[in-house]
């Protein structure tokens, strides 16, 4: 089948290479006209890796991520320091951590040269057949596999989008480039409107987040003394995971989720995956990992399909 694969983030790249994997023809545009992504950490715990390993790239994905080699003694804190829940090491035994520009330059090395067109404006045709509009040319497909992101054009155009919603608060986040003794001790500290968490990844990086509840669209001069000023305050290592991130290396966003699940994934010869189709909040730490999911299903659906019709 000769399909195409609209968005560049991980969900589309781990649905061009799956079906790539199983021999099909697989063109994915990218809006963005650069290589260079951004991000910080994201967390994948034992469902990511049992998908990545049906299309072989579950070891390769554990090379370049922190997990229970790392010694962790997860657990929430108040923002004075006082433990308030330890968590058993058996509910992170499958949580693995990875900075998610490495994951997304691994992911990209591994499809055919040429696989992805960038500064590419690709949209669907509205009633679902498999035709794709890029930059106002129609190209045609056997399929079309929309994975676009929460704000998804592409959702809006086939009639399914329920929208979105802001979750109420803010979010920096950071790597830092020379980490603070941590004393093997990773979780979450909840204060009142904000939390704040650390999480260990490969070659003595920290990732952090801090969360604040605002309004949206609050606007920060300088997002690392923002943080700073959020944090300052809290317990040790926390300030000093802030301060050992360069200024550059500290974003922020609002953060949105779908205002309502989706009644649908699909629309005739096309389909969501990834954000595109169940956007979530980050504290629930499934975002990458439902991405994966979904990729891996729609590959594994088109093999199986495949063999019953030999």
């Known amino acids: 089948m000769h399909i195409a694969v609209i968005g560049g983030g991980i969900a589309g790249l781990v649905t061009g290479y799956s079906l790539q994997r199983d021999g099909h023809q697989v063109t994915l545009y990218e809006q963005r006209a650069g290589s260079d992504t951004e991000g910080a950490g994201l967390t994948l715990f034992g469902n990511a890796f049992a998908a990545l390993a049906e299309v072989g790239l579950s ?183 802030i301060d050992a991130t360069p200024s550059e290396n500290v974003i922020r966003h609002d953060v949105f989720e779908l205002a309502r699940p989706l009644s649908t994934f699909t629309r005739g010869q096309v389909v969501l995956v990834g954000d595109a189709a169940h956007a979530m909040t980050p504290n629930l730490g499934q975002g990458a990992a439902q991405g994966i999911e979904d990729a891996v299903t729609l590959a594994l659906l088109l093999r199986n399909q495949q063999h019953a019709s030999l």
């Not at 804190?77 to 997304?104: D, I, K």
């Not at 001069?221 to 809290?234: L, M, N, R």
């Open 59 to 241: 070891d390769v994905v554990k090379d370049i991520s922190s997990g229970t080699n790392v010694p962790m003694h997860p657990g929430q804190r108040s923002p004075e320091g006082r433990l308030m829940l330890t968590l058993p090491a058996s509910s992170v035994a499958s949580l693995r951590s990875v900075h998610r520009v490495t994951l997304h330059d691994l992911l990209t090395s591994k499809l055919d040269p040429n696989t992805i067109q960038r500064g590419v404006r690709a949209l669907v045709a509205k009633d679902g057949r498999p035709r794709v509009l890029v930059n106002k040319t129609p190209k045609d497909y056997d399929l079309v596999v929309v994975a676009d992101g929460l704000r998804s054009e592409n959702r809006k155009r086939l009639g399914l989008d329920t929208g979105v919603s802001y979750a109420g608060f803010t979010a920096w986040r950071g790597v830092t480039a020379s980490p603070p003794d941590i004393g093997n001790i990773v979780g979450e500290t909840w204060g009142r409107g904000s939390l704040f968490g650390i999480i260990p990844l490969i070659n003595n990086e920290l990732y952090w987040f801090g969360t604040l509840t605002t309004q949206a669209n609050t606007r920060f001069a300088d997002e690392h003394k923002a943080a700073q000023k959020t944090f300052g305050e809290w317990h040790h290592p926390i300030p000093a995971c």
